[in-house]
């Protein structure tokens, strides 16, 4: 499983005024894909026991990067008791066909949860990388990693990546370094605060 540091921020205008913004302060745009994740679990998990949390830690991703891979995706997280994350993890499965994924999935016993559609643009500067996700047409994140692909560089932590974000003055919410876009949906879903 490979371990990451990231964050992940609400962003509060619309993706013009953040565009206009970041080029602004010097970003260039590198990439524009499309992501697409499909939850599934277990149907023998009750959901109204856990929490949102809790339900997610229990689901397997189906992904597709348009154009670029599909894979099957578990996640790993451990959150402290204010919803930090404090370790973050991911181990990934090729796959070659994202309906015969569903299908193995729904033969054993698994269920579709939840769909996010993200509509991602890269930006990078020298000093840090953004990729910034339109998810399903209805919010607008930004999500920065501890391993840079255009400079090669690497963060050491995630108070370093806030740190480094933060001398930007770009629109998103200051209270919440690890918004987490499936809680959100989930919730929504199942109609949680």
Same mark, same amino acid.
């Given at each position: 499983?490979? +371990?990451e540091?990231?964050?992940?921020?609400?962003?509060?205008?619309?993706?013009?005024?953040?565009?206009?913004?970041?080029?602004?302060?010097?970003?260039?745009?590198?990439?524009?894909?499309?992501?697409?994740?499909?939850?599934?679990?277990?149907?023998?998990?009750?959901?109204?026991?856990?929490?949102t949390?809790?339900?997610?830690?229990?689901?397997?991703?189906?992904?597709?990067?348009?154009?670029?891979?599909?894979?099957?995706?578990?996640?790993?997280?451990?959150?402290?008791?204010?919803?930090?994350?404090?370790?973050?993890?991911?181990?990934?499965?090729?796959?070659?066909?994202?309906?015969k994924?569903?299908?193995?999935?729904?033969?054993?016993?698994?269920?579709?949860?939840?769909?996010?559609?993200?509509?991602?643009?890269e930006?990078?500067?020298?000093?840090?990388?953004?990729?910034?996700?339109?998810?399903?047409?209805?919010?607008?994140?930004?999500?920065?990693?501890?391993?840079?692909?255009?400079?090669?560089?690497?963060?050491?932590?995630?108070?370093?990546?806030?740190?480094? +974000?933060?001398?930007?003055?770009?629109?998103?919410?200051?209270?919440?370094?690890?918004?987490?876009?499936?809680?959100?949906?989930?919730?929504?879903?199942?109609?949680?605060?």
């Open positions: 499983m490979k +371990i540091n990231e964050i992940t921020v609400l962003v509060t205008s619309s993706f013009k005024k953040l565009h206009q913004d970041l080029i602004k302060s010097g970003f260039v745009v590198k990439d524009k894909y499309i992501a697409n994740d499909i939850y599934m679990i277990n149907k023998d998990i009750d959901l109204s026991n856990l929490s949390l809790d339900i997610l830690k229990k689901c397997a991703i189906v992904r597709e990067i348009t154009g670029i891979k599909k894979v099957l995706l578990y996640k790993y997280k451990e959150y402290d008791d204010k919803g930090n994350i404090l370790v973050n993890g991911k181990i990934e499965c090729p796959i070659i066909d994202i309906s994924a569903i299908n193995f999935m729904e033969a054993i016993n698994y269920q579709k949860l939840i769909e996010i559609h993200d509509k991602c643009t930006y990078a500067n020298s000093e840090i990388e953004l990729i910034v996700q339109e998810v399903n047409n209805k919010y607008i994140f930004f999500e920065a990693e501890d391993e840079l692909r255009y400079t090669k560089k690497k963060f050491r932590s995630t108070d370093e990546i806030i740190e480094t +974000i933060n001398k930007y003055k770009l629109p998103y919410k200051k209270d919440n370094y690890f918004v987490k876009k499936a809680e959100i949906i989930l919730n929504e879903k199942l109609k949680r605060n």
